[in-house]
């Protein structure tokens, strides 16, 4: 379809006959995402009138969705998913972040600069110092009070943009730097804090056996380290059952999804709510 064309039906989503409009919306999402720029400087003119911006805007979500759904089903098909690109097919569609390759600039720029500090000789200990030093000090990331913690601060595009985050969005982005830099760091869940495990790098997950946690991270308060015992001591207190268990990047894209969902429910977003419920079940699990 040419752009002429294209216009045309755009034209007529001012139309008021709902008839017309599905019609227009069926052929516009045949057109895919190509033609996102050109709804986006619809959605500008037509700002004022309330019934074609938000046509527009449903267009514009329902093509981000079906760009999210084979993203995300791409994802989980890959031998080594990175949580970093699973996370932004969610944050795409959840209506807290979305600005996807001003969030790619910022991890690039982050982990380039972390990765010059890095080199073979480091510890573990050494090694986590680096990241804490160009995160927290050199880039100036933070912790997002409980009082102000939003869906902003959950997704990584948004949290890499602002440099603040909650213990899921900052947990993520710390989780995205390890695996960019193949740091022997691993995602644990207590309660609702998020930590990360540092496992010996000579273990094998294959094996089956318990991995050797050497010490644990937590980057919601400036990638302190923590003892074992001392972590475990914690957690009990949260969970009297809890025993650590490593989350790969498939179980913390499901987890930060199940979040958002709940995050788009307490703020009134039942349209997010619902698409991210959808986006879910590529994943196995039912629409919420």
Not at 118 to 143: D, K, M
């Amino acid at each position: 379809m040419s752009g002429s064309e294209i216009q045309a039906l755009m034209a007529l989503l001012d139309d008021p006959d709902e008839g017309v409009y599905n019609h227009v919306r069926s052929r516009l999402m045949e057109q895919g995402e190509a033609i996102l720029p050109m709804l986006q400087a619809q959605q500008v003119r037509a700002s004022r009138c309330e019934m074609t911006a938000g046509r527009l805007e449903e267009l514009m979500s329902g093509m981000m969705e079906e760009r999210a759904l084979v993203g995300l089903k791409g994802w989980l098909q890959s031998e080594t998913p990175k949580v970093f690109d699973g996370a932004l097919w969610l944050e795409s569609v959840c209506g807290f972040g979305g600005q996807r390759e001003e969030g790619e600039a910022a991890f690039s720029a982050l982990r380039r600069d972390v990765w010059l500090e890095l080199n073979e000789e480091l510890t573990a200990l050494e090694q986590v110092r680096v990241v804490n030093h160009v995160l927290y000090s050199s880039y100036g990331f933070e912790r997002a009070t409980l009082t102000e913690q939003d869906g902003r601060h959950a997704v990584p595009a948004q949290v890499l943009i602002e440099r603040k985050g909650s213990p899921l969005g900052l947990g993520v982005v710390y989780l995205a730097l390890a695996e960019s830099l193949d740091l022997s760091l691993h995602a644990v869940a207590v309660s609702g804090l998020f930590f990360l495990a540092y496992v010996d790098p000579t273990w094998d997950a294959s094996v089956g056996n318990e991995p050797p946690v050497w010490f644990y991270v937590n980057p919601f308060d400036g990638g302190q380290m923590v003892a074992p015992e001392e972590l475990q001591m914690i957690a009990r207190e949260l969970e009297p059952d809890w025993a650590p268990r490593l989350l790969d990047a498939k179980q913390v894209c499901l987890r930060m999804g199940q979040y958002l969902i709940r995050l788009c429910r307490e703020s009134d977003q039942t349209p997010a709510a619902h698409r991210l419920s959808r986006l879910l079940e590529v994943f196995g699990q039912r629409p919420a």
